[in-house]
Every structure is written in structure tokens, then in C-alpha cells.
């Protein structure tokens, strides 16, 4: 039971401190400028490319980067959240790239 609280609370912490917004950016990018397929890669790659972004945010308001400890079960948790929603903003980008090529090379129905 013991475990399972800590989970909980470790849980809570990561999503309290998830930034969500680079991950967001990179995912649309990546899902919208290249192609169908492999979208587990893409999403690892959004959120590689979202981690640097992230730690050095605050170097824009003159503090230190903060680079995430990977081995904490928060930083963890927080990896795979971004993950899961990167590989679904990706997956949704490219859906909605198909569907606009579609819309815009169909055939009008001649009456």
C-alpha cells in the first residue's frame, strides 16, 4: 500500500510540473512536414527535440537551465506523458494532412 501512495504522489508531482508546450510544438512540426509512417520514431524525436527546448527555458529570465533527472520516477513519468502525446498529436497531424490532400484533389461530380 505504501508503494502504491508513492506512486500516486509521484505521479501527481510529475504531471504538476509538466511542460507541455514545446512538446506540442515539436509533435505539430513533426506530424505536419513529414510523411505517414513510423509514428513512435516521430514522436521519440518530438520529445528529444522538446527536452533541450525545456531545460533551457529559463535562461531566457536569467536562471540556469534545469535539465531533468532521469533517474527520478517523476522525470520518468513525465517522459512518457510527453511520448504518448506527442505520438497522438502526430498521429492526428497526419491524418489531418491526408484528409487536406484528399479535400483538395478530388474530382468535383460532373451533374
Known amino acids: 500500500m505504501q508503494f502504491f501512495w508513492a506512486m500516486v504522489d509521484a505521479t501527481q508531482a510529475a504531471l504538476i510540473g509538466l511542460n507541455l508546450v514545446p512538446v506540442i510544438a515539436a509533435a505539430l512540426i ?3 512536414a513529414m510523411g505517414g509512417r ?3 520514431l516521430k514522436a521519440i524525436a518530438a520529445v528529444v527535440l ?3 527546448i525545456a531545460a533551457f527555458w529559463p535562461t531566457v529570465y536569467g536562471m540556469s537551465p534545469i ?3 532521469l533517474t527520478q520516477i517523476e522525470a520518468e513519468i513525465q517522459v512518457g506523458v510527453q511520448f504518448v502525446l ?3 498529436i502526430i498521429l492526428a497531424a497526419g491524418s489531418l494532412k491526408l484528409a487536406a490532400a484528399y479535400a ?3 474530382k468535383p461530380l460532373k451533374v
Do not use: C, H, K, Q
Open 104 to 106: 483538395t484533389t478530388r
Open 50 to 52: 522538446a527536452y533541450p
Open 67 to 69: 535539465w531533468p533527472d
Open 38 to 40: 513510423f509514428y513512435w
Open 30 to 32: 513533426i506530424g505536419l
Open 86 to 88: 506527442a505520438w497522438v
